[in-house]
């Protein structure tokens, strides 16, 4: 799988810095939408503009043409918060955007270790919030945009009193709910996990989070939010599988969360891998599928 990915080991914090911000200047500006055929016969793409405390970003809003959007999927892409948005990110939100005829939101935010977490998190709170109070919203997203999707529903149950500014449900694929790395359990499962590698993660970690004190925020670690903040969430459903080195936190959210009210379903797979649910042509892929439409079609 690291082969595949073409991924490795951090050889040191500054090479790694320097490759990224390299890299970063020669990404697109486009929606990533190679791996739908004919997307814009299928979809109709609207490009937005969000304005936090960094710089300008893009939020992609696009919607099937053949009919009208009934709900709002609001995805969030993972990425380790150092990735744009994959392909693989747009095809499996066009998959759900068609089956459920919704329309998908879905933010370009700004990368580390350019930018931190404060560059975005009140711009996308508030965007998220606006489509909340049009209508159904799910907020979902993978991976660190898993991460990033329940740090939003947090601070929006923390910050509102209105329950219309929450979305109705959550969506979370391998989250990366605790950057700040509370569960001793974490660095077993990098020796097992063939996908993420942990001297990255932390690297990655601490370019979001901006400063050690900011690595147990709620915003960057939400799920180490208070318990009766969590009990507040609407409903959720979490995936994870047992060789995946953010196990530990999704493990630790379900126990933070029990007990308090919030409805949460956490589905672990025996040795499947990161976000398993995004991968193709695997049959637990397609029974997370079918789990998924399942809970996004049950009434609130």
Do not use: N
């Amino acid at each position: 799988m690291p082969r595949i990915r073409g991924s490795r080991e951090l050889d040191s914090l500054e090479e790694e810095r320097a490759r990224l911000t390299r890299w970063h200047t020669t990404l697109g500006h486009e929606l990533p939408t190679r791996l739908v055929p004919r997307f814009g016969r299928r979809f109709h793409l609207v490009r937005e503009t969000l304005r936090g405390e960094g710089p300008e970003f893009t939020s992609w809003v696009f919607a099937p043409r053949r009919s009208a959007p009934s709900r709002t999927i609001y995805y969030l892409h993972g990425g380790g918060f150092v990735a744009p948005i994959d392909p693989f990110h747009v095809r499996y939100a066009a998959r759900l955007a068609e089956t459920l005829g919704a329309r998908v939101v879905m933010p370009d935010y700004p990368l580390a270790p350019e930018h931190t977490w404060e560059a975005s998190h009140q711009a996308l709170a508030q965007d998220l919030r606006r489509w909340a109070e049009t209508g159904p919203v799910t907020l979902a997203g993978d991976s660190a945009g898993g991460g990033l999707a329940l740090a939003l529903a947090v601070t929006l149950a923390r910050d509102s009193g209105d329950a219309a500014a929450l979305p109705d449900s959550l969506l979370l694929l391998s989250p990366w709910v605790d950057l700040a790395e509370s569960t001793p359990e974490t660095a077993a499962l990098d020796a097992v996990d063939p996908w993420l590698s942990l001297s990255k993660l932390r690297a990655y970690a601490a370019w979001w989070a901006g400063t050690p004190d900011d690595l147990g925020r709620t915003e960057v670690s939400p799920a180490l939010a208070p318990r009766e903040v969590l009990g507040r969430l609407p409903r959720t459903l979490v995936f994870c599988g047992t060789r995946d080195v953010l196990q530990p936190g999704c493990r630790m959210l379900a126990t933070r969360g029990a007990g308090t009210g919030w409805p949460l379903t956490y589905v672990e797979e025996p040795d499947l891998i990161h976000v398993y649910p995004l991968l193709p042509g695997i049959p637990e892929a397609a029974r997370a599928h079918r789990t998924v439409l399942d809970f996004l079609r049950r009434p609130a």
